[in-house]
């Protein structure tokens, strides 16, 4: 879940609505925006580069948000979602390849995980941003998940010392149960980083927090993506009052 979203300059009043991918071709408008921003933008190093697309073996299985711009046709924003029953015909979670899930094993028939969130360059505002949350919001109200697992990913651009910084600031005041912890297969070396920076948060981890999520332990180094990436567990009993009220009413 690559955290991308900043402050752009103002834009003239758009037309956007959030859809699930009901075909094929719309799987791709999905693929194709997250090569965009995580290869072309970001420098992943994507085995699909060739084909202009971000594809995994999980895609498939998963449920794609996509936000579009109604003036352009244009999918300026996604989401992805894999369900439980998906995920066992999957062979488990994105997240396994970077964690060991083991101690979640209780949780699994009720735990959907989100991904690959992105937004286009040009659309890195308030109003995407809502419109997802508002897909993801209709999407836990039509499906009764009770848990939502992640990861959200943090730039290494400086050798992963903002991102040791950031787990740092929010570990303290949101770590998960000790029962609910995650072990990174590919542990990001917190102790040889300088992890006392003064940080912004991502505004993505951030939402996350004020929905009620835990960060369920250190965190994982992604060297395929560049990016650390934090393990986020939401239980949606924990879901606040606040973000219920502004965005899963829309969804009833």
């Known amino acids: 879940m690559l955290d991308l979203i900043r402050q752009p300059a103002a ?21 194709r925006i997250r090569y965009q921003v995580f290869g072309e933008e970001m420098g992943a190093k994507l085995p ?5 697309l971000d594809v995994d073996r999980f895609d498939m299985y998963c449920d794609h948000l996509l936000v579009r711009d109604q003036n352009s046709n244009k999918v300026v924003g996604t989401y992805r979602i894999l369900p439980p029953e998906q995920a ?57 998940h009770e848990y939502l697992i992640g990861c959200a990913s943090m730039s290494m651009s400086d050798g992963g010392h903002y991102a040791a910084s950031v787990f ?24 040889s980083l300088n992890g006392e920076m003064e940080v912004i948060i991502p505004p993505l ?10 960060i369920a332990g250190e965190p994982a180094w992604d060297p395929e993506f560049n990016c650390a990436d934090l393990f986020i567990l939401l239980p949606v009993s924990r ?8 965005f899963m009413r829309k969804a009833s």
């Open 11 to 31: 834009n003239p009043v758009r037309r956007l609505s959030c859809d699930l991918a009901t075909t094929h071709t719309q799987m791709q408008e999905a693929q």
């Open 48 to 52: 699909s580069a060739a084909t202009g």
């Open 88 to 144: 066992r015909m999957a062979g488990g979670y994105y997240s396994e390849t970077e964690f060991d899930m083991s101690k979640l094993a209780s949780l699994r028939a009720n735990m959907a995980e989100v991904g690959r969130s992105c937004v286009d360059a040009d659309y890195r505002d308030g109003a995407t941003i809502t419109q997802l949350w508002s897909g993801l919001a209709d999407y836990i109200t039509k499906h009764g």
């Open 168 to 191: 740092n600031k929010v570990h303290k005041l949101h770590a998960a149960p000790d029962e609910y912890t995650v072990t990174p297969h590919n542990r990001l070396p917190l102790e």
């Open 205 to 214: 981890i951030k939402g996350y927090l004020r929905m009620g999520a835990y």
């Open 239 to 246: 879901i606040t009052a606040r973000f219920s009220k502004h």
